[in-house]
């Protein structure tokens, strides 16, 4: 599993103050041991928060950022890659934070999760919530071709390939004949 506290530590961009005591209240109950132990995956708590309840979307609002970016720090994988998504710009433009850097940074983690996780016994089912959305299409597509022009060289890094590999899948009709 991709290790979040050393990718993580770098706050540069932390949003998480700007969460009134009450959403924290709820996002330490969710993130609560006994909790997470009830999930059916451990890296996939926002689709049972009331944010996540709404589907695989990026927020429009930098309360919403701020959210994921919280539950990204503990490891969730759909806001990481939800967060990032909001960061790039990509959406129509809302009152949130932008930073193409950063954004690209959480969709790259997000996907290396993936990656690590996808042999979890629990982790297909779980990882439905975010490969039945359109929305990987924006993140597919922003990691296989932005990295370059933001200074990354991960062009032949399996989360990249990944990411080029999610894209023409999702992006090209199924032909039966």
């Not at 589907?55 to 970016?69: C, I, K, N």
């Not at 933001?150 to 090209?172: C, E, H, I, R, Y």
């Amino acid at each position: 599993m991709a290790n979040f506290d050393s990718i993580m530590e770098c706050k540069a961009l932390w949003l998480g103050d700007l969460l009134p005591a009450k959403t924290m209240s709820e996002i330490e109950q969710l993130c609560a041991n006994e909790n997470l132990e009830k999930l059916p995956h451990k890296r996939f708590i926002l689709p049972h928060s009331l944010l996540g309840e709404r589907g695989f979307v990026s927020p429009m609002r930098t309360e919403e950022q701020a959210y994921l970016q919280v539950l990204a720090h503990v490891g969730c994988i759909p806001s990481c890659l939800l967060l990032g998504l909001s960061l790039s710009g990509k959406q129509p433009r809302t009152q949130r934070v932008l930073s193409e850097l950063h954004a690209y940074e959480y969709m790259y983690l997000g996907i290396e999760s993936i990656l690590h996780n996808h042999t979890d016994s629990t982790f297909l089912d779980e990882a439905d919530y975010m490969f039945a959305s359109v929305t990987m299409i924006d993140i597919f597509g922003f990691v296989a071709e932005r990295g370059p022009s933001l200074g990354f060289n991960f062009q032949d890094s399996p989360v990249v390939q990944f990411a080029n590999v999610g894209l023409k899948g999702m992006t090209s009709s199924l032909n039966l004949n």
